[in-house]
């Protein structure tokens, strides 16, 4: 059993964890200081492309061309840069215990690992079928996509089942961008999600109806307003059926099922306080045990400008997040400090040749403006959200550069709509003027 010490460790291996190296390596850190635990293969990458181009059938997106820091324009930190820049990178290791107090954290190997300051950044695992104890959910080619292994599987099932047929459960990120990336494969594709529409948690009833129609328009099935509640299989094992609650049976060689995520935290269970399903942290990220700091996906922080505690799960806040709780530990370190994080929720999703992004909250009134008719060949519609007379969040479909950072402003600024009505008049010029 090898003990190792260092002065940072980062346990993690997604986008926050290769965020926070970035940002080590650019405030400075000598040699054998930092180290990253993760308990994949690979170094971190930014994780939008398992559901976006990896599943490409042509010109897919492969490891080293999404590792982090690409996905923001930053500099691509292959496994031998960690090195270059003195980060022990650890990988295919993972922590089965954490001592907090100890400062100590232990491999399943049995190896320990001792750190002055920790960043948890352990993000999030999906929910499975089989958690809620779905018959026959076990059963091959009944996948789910979260880590570069899991998008391998998918690769493989689709050139096994070239063409065949497939089932998505769930209508939102994953649902929709999957059942997308299937569908330019060439799969008969079907969606089956509870919720009177998709993507329930941002779209209103009129954006989602775009959406929907697109989709079906593309070929897509949808079937709403009930469950997957068992699934049979062949002989060998493989999927070949999906019940639904509602009595419907649909053939299916390959299922992806979407139906969410829960955050990596149980390691620090009764350790750290905890807030909204989350490691509960401050505006640096710093939780309510000294030196350990949470980021990204497992950190419910004080949103600023809503004036309350969130947890946020976006490839944007798990960058910006990771940038802020290293500028906060060298600044420390330095005497000095940094500036409260101040964050503007955003959130963004490409499929087909659709491209949308939102900014700000989804809360109040909405309103529609633009074209939003899915069968013109370049859509291009928003919305905004007013709560007690002001904007306070914009989205758009088809949005140039200028006309999404127009968006982002008008979410941050919050001002004043003189009616809904005129707000849908004046469409993305409004957020324009800001």
Partial sequence: MAEKSFKYIILG?????????????SQGVKPGELAV????????????????GYLFPEGAARLPGFHCCVGSGGEKLLPESYKQKGIELILSTEIVKADLAAKSLVSAAGDVFKYESLIIATGSTVLRLSDF????????????????????????????????KAVVVGGGYIGLELSAALRVNNFDVTMVFPEPWCMPRLFT???????????TNKGVKIIK??????????????????QLKDGRSLEADIVIVGVGA???TSLFKGQVEEDKGGIKTDAFFKTSVPDVYAVGDVATFPLKMYGDMRRVEHVDHSRKSAEQAVKAIKAAEGGGAVEEYDYLPFFYSRSFDLSWQFYGDNVGDSVLFGDSNPSNPKPRFGAYW?????????????GSGDENKALAKVAKARPVAESLDD?????????AKI
């Fill in 13 to 25: 291996g997604g986008v926050s964890a290769g965020y926070a190296a970035k940002e080590f390596a």
């Fill in 37 to 52: 635990i993760s308990k994949e293969a690979v170094a971190p990458y930014e994780r939008p492309a398992l559901s976006k």
């Fill in 133 to 164: 104890g779905v018959k026959g959910a076990d059963s091959k080619n009944i996948l789910y996509l979260r880590e570069i292994d899991d998008a391998d599987k998918v690769v493989e099932a689709i050139k096994a089942k070239k063409g065949g």
């Fill in 205 to 215: 009833a009129d954006i989602a109806a775009f959406y929907e129609t697109y989709y």
């Fill in 225 to 242: 307003g009930t469950v997957a509640s068992g699934f049979t299989a062949h002989p060998n094992g493989e999927v070949n059926e999906v």
């Fill in 262 to 264: 829960k955050p990596l």
């Fill in 386 to 398: 007013v709560q007690d007379g002001k904007v306070v969040g914009a989205f758009m479909e088809g």
């Fill in 423 to 431: 707000l849908t008049k004046q469409g993305i010029s409004f957020a």
